[in-house]
């Protein structure tokens, strides 16, 4: 098994902190975690400011879901710089969703989020997404690759006058 990232978007961490423990629990049992690291950036921490969540108390609720494997991170300058690129080439990608793209480009991680907006920019960017609100559904494939994805040659129409 390889280790992989997963970086947290805000949403998903404001829903954790807000005592979803749901969510917690379908991720816990849909994503193979063993071996990974979960991912929070300055950016989210700046956003979960604005919500009145401290850093402090998201860090240790995420880590007694899931103990020793959350890391707290900073937003490097090469983060910063491909956001200001992402930005502008993708004009959906507003400010902070930026950032947590570049951040999830640079660490090389999955990341996991309901935005769609953010999930359509990274879809234009190679990134691996994972819509939290789909894990759920076990008969769909929630990760959302970057490859491109195989058309189907149309078949033969079928009508009733073919039953008759």
């Known amino acids: 098994m390889q280790y992989q990232n997963f970086t947290l978007d805000t949403c998903l961490i404001i829903e954790?902190?807000?005592?979803?423990?749901?969510?917690?629990?379908?991720?816990?049992?849909?994503?193979?975690?063993?071996?990974?690291?979960?991912?929070i950036n300055s950016r989210s921490i700046?956003?979960?400011?604005?919500?009145?969540?401290?850093?402090?108390?998201?860090?240790?609720?995420?880590?007694?879901?899931?103990?020793?494997?959350?890391?707290?991170m900073t937003i490097s300058i090469s983060d910063f710089l491909d956001a200001s690129r992402l930005r502008r080439q993708c004009p959906t990608l507003h400010k902070g969703d930026d950032e947590i793209l570049a951040f999830s480009i640079n660490n090389k991680s999955t990341l996991?989020?309901?935005?769609?907006?953010?999930?359509?920019?990274?879809?234009?960017?190679?990134?691996d997404c994972i819509n939290y609100y789909l894990l759920h559904d076990t008969q769909q494939n929630n990760t959302i690759s970057h490859e491109p994805q195989k058309l189907l040659k149309p078949g033969i129409k079928i009508s009733w006058t073919a039953f008759n």
């Open 16 to 39: 954790v902190c807000r005592g979803n423990t749901n969510l917690v629990d379908l991720i816990k049992t849909r994503l193979d975690l063993k071996k990974s690291q979960l991912l």
């Open 112 to 127: 996991i989020t309901a935005d769609r907006g953010l999930i359509e920019s990274a879809k234009q960017y190679g990134v």
């Open 46 to 72: 700046k956003e979960l400011k604005k919500h009145d969540i401290s850093n402090d108390v998201a860090f240790k609720l995420l880590s007694k879901y899931f103990p020793n494997q959350v890391k707290m």
